[in-house]
């Protein structure tokens, strides 16, 4: 279908006939609830169909009896401009990350621009680009309109406060993966991460081994000290930390804990398990680290989704909140809910045709990944039958 631009919106939308809603929120992740009523792209009502004002709507889905979430959040991810990536010189990978149920991609820093500018004054003028870069391409609506929060400065040494504010004061609200540049010890970080958070930026840092060449290693200790706002794949982006290291951050910060597909897996699902241990999965959010040395997955957030569920032992209903609300809540947005006053940003799922799962949950929790059958974004059509993920058993129509 044609690309739509932002600048229009949804006007009033009815979903109705959903066969399961997922709310996204960990305390409550499955509502009793079969219709969401949006209006100009946010939330206005999630119920039961007769007791939703339902009349006049614009656009109206049925469901077919499918499983409604959130638009999944990717929480770390290295977009450079435009639907291109250097790394593996790849296009379109942004809107291929939307047909595996991606609505929001969060960048970890503009890694992999050629010749990326290390002086201070050069650091603060990419971020700022790429911010608006980003911004202005999702009105334009490439990338299928994902949202790509963007413009994520790696800091370097020599960076004072007053580069931080001046970051804020144009708009930027995250750091890149602190470690990946020249700034590594955890004193010197841990400055610069007060800094940021004091003029509202958010930061990650980088856990574990080197990444790629030039990258280098950051373990716990520095981590700890550092004290940025989330754990960046603290399974490694790929080498991780060995695990009792890794169970040290669960334990003595309580700061995101952030899985990656990009990373060790068998560290990830032990991470995953040891949060429902420590009774903080709250704290668990997704990743997935591309585009890397590993590529870029469409369909790595569903994947570590089924991954963590099926072999963590984890209730697939909780694992898709560790790709929506919580990532929400962990990062300030206002998307990743179902619920009033959220933006309208969903994805519609069903088992997989030919999975061994009875429904969509026992599937995933079986370890396939789900079919998705439509994506929205502020209440607008983005897709319809995934072309990347295996055919979902009943898919979503538009009857208005
Ligand atoms: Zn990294």
């Not at 079969?34 to 614009?58: P, S």
């Amino acid at each position: 279908m044609a690309a739509p631009t932002t600048t229009e919106t949804s006007g009033k939308v009815v979903i109705r006939n959903v066969g399961l809603m997922l709310s996204g929120d960990i305390d409550r992740p499955i509502l009793d609830a079969d219709t969401v009523v949006v209006n100009d792209g946010v939330i206005v009502a999630v119920g039961k169909e007769r007791d939703c004002d339902t009349g006049n709507a614009r656009r109206v889905i049925d469901a077919r009896g499918t499983a409604l979430a959130p638009g999944l959040i990717d929480s770390h991810c290295h977009p450079v401009f435009g639907d291109w990536t250097p790394r593996q010189n790849q296009l379109g990978w942004i809107d291929s990350c939307l047909h595996g149920g991606v609505t929001t991609m969060i960048s970890a820093g503009e890694v992999h621009l050629p010749g990326r500018p290390k002086d201070v004054v050069g650091l603060k003028a990419l971020a700022i680009t790429a911010q608006r870069a980003f911004e202005g391409q999702r009105a334009a609506g490439v990338g299928g309109g994902v949202k790509v929060l963007a413009g994520a400065p790696v800091i370097e040494k020599g960076m004072r406060e007053e580069d931080f504010a001046e970051l804020a004061a144009a708009g930027v609200k995250l750091l890149g993966e602190v470690g990946l540049g020249s700034v590594k010890a955890g004193d010197e970080a841990r400055a610069m991460v007060a800094w940021a958070r004091k003029y509202g930026i958010q930061s990650t840092i980088h856990t574990g081994g080197p990444s790629i060449p030039g990258s280098g290693l950051i373990d716990a200790d520095v981590v700890l000290e550092a004290d940025a706002d989330v754990i960046g794949h603290i399974n490694g982006g790929h080498t991780a930390l060995p695990y009792p290291q890794v169970c040290r951050l669960c334990e003595q910060s309580g700061r995101a804990i952030e899985i990656v597909h990009n990373g060790n897996e068998r560290i990830g699902i032990l991470t995953a398990r040891h949060a429902m241990e420590l009774k903080c999965p709250h704290r668990v959010i997704l990743g997935t680290d591309a585009p890397a040395g590993s590529g870029v997955q469409p369909l790595g957030i569903l994947r570590l989704i089924a991954l963590v569920s099926s072999l963590a032992d984890i209730p697939a209903e909780i694992a898709f909140c560790f790709a929506t609300g919580n990532t929400a809540r962990q990062r300030g947005l206002r998307q990743g809910l179902i619920e009033v006053g959220r933006p309208a940003d969903f994805v519609f799922m069903d088992k997989a045709q030919h999975s061994a799962g009875e429904d969509l949950l026992d599937s995933v929790r079986l370890g396939d990944i789900p079919g998705v059958g439509m994506v929205m974004i502020d209440g607008i059509v983005r897709c319809q039958r995934s072309r990347n993920t295996p055919p979902a058993t009943e898919v979503p129509a538009i009857v208005a």
